[in-house]
């Protein structure tokens, strides 16, 4: 007999377009670089680019 396990729920497929990045691991450094990748949808960048994200959505719309 098997034991009863509840099935996981269905990740939600998110394209690294539409997502915002809420979670990020380290997957990789070397001497002037540190790779991430997100949680939700798998996507691997610099973790400057991350940095350089959340400046970009805390602008000011009207400031370009």
Do not use: L, W
Request: proline fraction near 9%; charged fraction near 40%; glycine fraction near 2%.
């Amino acid at each position: 007999m098997t034991p009863n396990h509840p099935a996981e729920p269905a990740k939600q497929k998110i394209t690294p377009d539409q997502c915002k990045h809420p979670e990020v691991q380290i997957v990789s450094r070397d001497e002037d670089n540190e790779y991430v990748e997100c949680k939700a949808c798998g996507d691997i960048f610099e973790s400057s680019e991350f940095k350089d994200m959340a400046i970009e959505e805390k602008k000011d719309p009207e400031e370009e």
